[in-house]
């Protein structure tokens, strides 16, 4: 429909030529402009379709011979340069057009690149007037669009400065007299400017709160009684607080550098170096206990405690360290050792003293043994003749017994004698077999079944033997006691000893007593269930058995009573000699 329309639009037109151009015998101008008239009103294939129109009358009507499709030369040229105009008429007024028309399409697209654009658009002349301004503008300053077109630049943003730099950030000037931060950037094209506005303030308030912030946290780590650093993943300390410089006596540039690595004690420089690695490669939280050169020269302990920051990428961002002196904690720990060893030999005193009735009655066996042997050998010698041999085998025996009064005599004497733990490899069935023999007089008193059940093959353990059979003499003991109120059942003692795995002996010692309410208050020190106890005895069992790389606990009997359970590690080298029953 459009295209008949348009048709018909040229034929008219070229009608209205012709008849104009015959009339007024100005054929090629009237011709000329009916060809112009299409090609601005149509486009320029419908100009084309006027020109291929108005040839056939242009040629019958102007051209000689008139009326008559013949032609001369002369006719030739003059149609030649008829469709040559109207060909160059056309075409200028088709550029025409597609100028204008991309020229007004760029216009378009720009008003709306500027009206939806979020940021100030403002376009000034070269007396610095404001020539245009997109609706971002009449928001950010307040001003209504009429009230801004064609006043100075200068009333918005009277800080603003064309130099070299095309970026910047100053305040601008609010309608109502408020000053705010903005981001600019400008361009020059021909006499005009063009700058863009951002608004800023909500930018510079956080950077503001980041910095006031971190200065706080800064402020904070420097004050809080405790020496923190940092460091990013795979890097070097770069940030230590007050306290920590002061107590080491470094500087930030010195941490930085890594000079804390020349501060570690010799003996543990590896050790540390290996514990961040592995830290590092799993990406957990690490402690750590070390000596390091303090300020004064003196090497000091320290306990480091290092936790990861973790990204949202489950990456780590930054290791953050807290370390405590702990110089004062060692040295109550060895002050803490040193009297549970006073408390341990305080203890074997106040049980020898109450078994010393028991070693007595031991020693005047051998005693008794060694008189009557000597008896017998003056009776074989004053026979006539002697009798050397029953003489001999007597004074044999009396040798024997001497030397058992002997190691009973040593035993005692170690246990008062004020010594270092001597460990060695130890045979547990001779000591469970002392230990009974020493309280052998109680549990006939009280009527104890004893039983054993220790594994043949059992290795030997590493221990001091004075201490480990006062820990079997002190749980066989309170397992005595324990039975002292059964009345209407049996008393029974069982001691088990087996390996449980490649590196330890358990030992357990069952009585068939009463039982305990706490199983591990009953460790803690001067908690006693006796009338007359002194608490210390379970404590010091602990210590010692602790002291062994061992554990000792309490639980409940299958029936009645109480099971002390302890572990001691095996002798791991062959060694020497071994402590075995005689």
């Known amino acids: 429909m459009a295209h008949l329309k348009a048709c018909i639009f040229t034929i008219l037109v070229c009608a209205s030529a012709v008849l104009v151009g015959y009339y007024l015998d100005e054929p090629g101008s009237s011709l000329l402009i009916a060809a112009?008239?299409?090609?601005?009103?149509?486009?320029?294939?419908?100009?084309?379709?006027?020109?291929?129109?108005?040839?056939?009358?242009?040629?019958?009507?102007?051209?000689?011979?008139?009326?008559?499709?013949?032609?001369?030369?002369?006719?030739?040229?003059?149609?030649?340069?008829?469709?040559?105009?109207?060909?160059?008429?056309?075409?200028?007024?088709?550029?025409?057009?597609?100028?204008?028309?991309?020229?007004?399409?760029?216009?378009m697209e720009f008003r709306a690149l500027a009206e939806t654009c979020p940021d100030c658009i403002l376009i000034v002349s070269d007396q610095q007037l404001i020539r245009f301004l997109n609706p971002a503008a009449v928001k950010m300053f307040g001003y209504s669009q009429e009230e801004l077109l064609g006043i100075p630049i200068s009333r918005l943003l009277p800080e603003l400065a064309f130099s070299l730099s095309q970026t910047e950030e100053f305040l601008a000037l609010h309608k109502n007299g408020s000053r705010f931060h903005v981001e600019s950037s400008w361009g020059q094209f021909a006499d005009k400017t063009t700058i863009f506005l951002r608004d800023v303030t909500d930018r510079k308030s956080m950077q503001a709160q980041l910095e006031a912030s971190?200065?706080?946290?800064?402020?904070?780590?420097?004050?809080?009684?405790?020496?923190?650093?940092?460091?990013?993943?795979?890097?070097?300390?770069?940030?230590?607080?007050?306290?920590?410089?002061?107590?080491?006596?470094?500087?930030?540039?010195?941490?930085?550098?890594?000079?804390?690595?020349?501060?570690?004690?010799?003996?543990?420089?590896?050790?540390?170096?290996?514990?961040?690695?592995?830290?590092?490669?799993?990406?957990?939280?690490?402690?750590?206990?070390?000596?390091h050169r303090l300020e004064d020269g003196t090497y000091g302990w320290i306990h480091s405690a290092v936790e990861p920051l973790i990204g949202p990428d489950g990456q780590v961002v930054r290791w953050y360290g807290l370390i405590t002196d702990i110089g004062a904690w060692k040295k109550a720990e060895e002050s803490l050792r040193q009297t549970q060893t006073r408390l341990a030999i305080a203890s074997r005193i106040a049980v020898a003293s109450e078994l010393a009735a028991s070693?007595?009655?031991?020693?005047?066996?051998?005693?008794?043994?060694?008189?009557?042997?000597?008896?017998?050998?003056?009776?074989?010698?004053?026979?006539?003749?002697?009798?050397?041999?029953?003489?001999k085998a007597a004074a044999e025996r009396i040798v024997r017994d001497g030397k058992d009064a002997t190691e009973i005599i040593q035993g005692l004497r170690n246990l008062?004698?004020?010594?270092?733990?001597?460990?060695?490899?130890?045979?547990?069935?001779?000591?469970?077999?002392?230990?009974?023999?020493?309280?052998?007089?109680?549990?006939?008193?009280?009527?104890?079944?004893?039983?054993?059940?220790?594994?043949?093959?059992?290795?030997?353990?590493?221990?001091?033997?004075?201490?480990?059979?006062?820990?079997?003499?002190?749980?066989?003991?309170?397992?005595?006691?324990?039975?002292?109120?059964?009345?209407?059942?049996?008393?029974?003692?069982?001691?088990?000893?087996?390996?449980?795995?490649?590196?330890?002996?358990?030992?357990?010692?069952?009585?068939?007593?009463t039982g305990v309410l706490d199983h591990e208050k009953i460790f803690e020190t001067f908690f006693t269930t006796k009338e007359n106890g002194m608490g210390m005895g379970l404590s010091v069992c602990r210590t010692i058995v602790t002291a062994h790389g061992g554990r000792l606990w309490a639980s409940p009997a299958f029936t009645s009573g109480t099971v002390f359970s302890f572990t001691i590690p095996i002798e791991t080298e062959t060694p020497e000699e071994v402590i075995t029953p005689t």
């Not at 102007?62 to 056309?90: C, D, I, K, W, Y």
């Not at 005047?364 to 002697?386: D, F, I, K």
């Open 359 to 391: 070693i007595v009655h031991e020693i005047s066996q051998p005693l008794a043994a060694m008189v009557a042997n000597g008896q017998s050998s003056l009776r074989w010698l004053g026979t006539n003749p002697p009798n050397h041999d029953n003489a």
């Open 214 to 291: 971190e200065a706080s946290l800064r402020l904070t780590l420097d004050t809080i009684p405790g020496l923190v650093y940092s460091r990013p993943p795979d890097g070097e300390l770069d940030y230590a607080n007050r306290h920590l410089m002061d107590f080491f006596g470094f500087t930030l540039e010195d941490v930085k550098r890594g000079v804390w690595r020349d501060g570690l004690h010799p003996d543990e420089t590896e050790f540390v170096l290996s514990k961040m690695k592995e830290g590092a490669a799993l990406g957990k939280p690490y402690t750590f206990d070390c000596r």
């Open 36 to 107: 112009m008239v299409t090609s601005l009103f149509l486009g320029r294939k419908e100009s084309l379709f006027a020109i291929g129109l108005l040839l056939i009358p242009f040629d019958y009507l102007f051209l000689q011979p008139r009326f008559s499709f013949a032609m001369t030369s002369h006719s030739v040229e003059r149609l030649a340069v008829f469709v040559g105009a109207m060909l160059f008429a056309t075409e200028l007024i088709h550029a025409k057009k597609q100028s204008d028309r991309s020229r007004l399409q760029g216009e």
């Open 416 to 513: 008062f004698k004020r010594a270092e733990p001597q460990k060695s490899a130890v045979a547990l069935r001779k000591i469970v077999g002392e230990v009974l023999a020493l309280l052998q007089p109680r549990t006939q008193k009280e009527g104890v079944r004893t039983k054993l059940q220790i594994a043949p093959d059992l290795p030997p353990m590493l221990g001091d033997p004075i201490q480990l059979q006062q820990v079997l003499l002190n749980l066989v003991s309170n397992a005595i006691d324990a039975m002292h109120s059964v009345v209407g059942r049996s008393k029974n003692l069982m001691i088990r000893a087996r390996r449980i795995d490649d590196n330890s002996i358990l030992t357990e010692i069952e009585d068939s007593g």
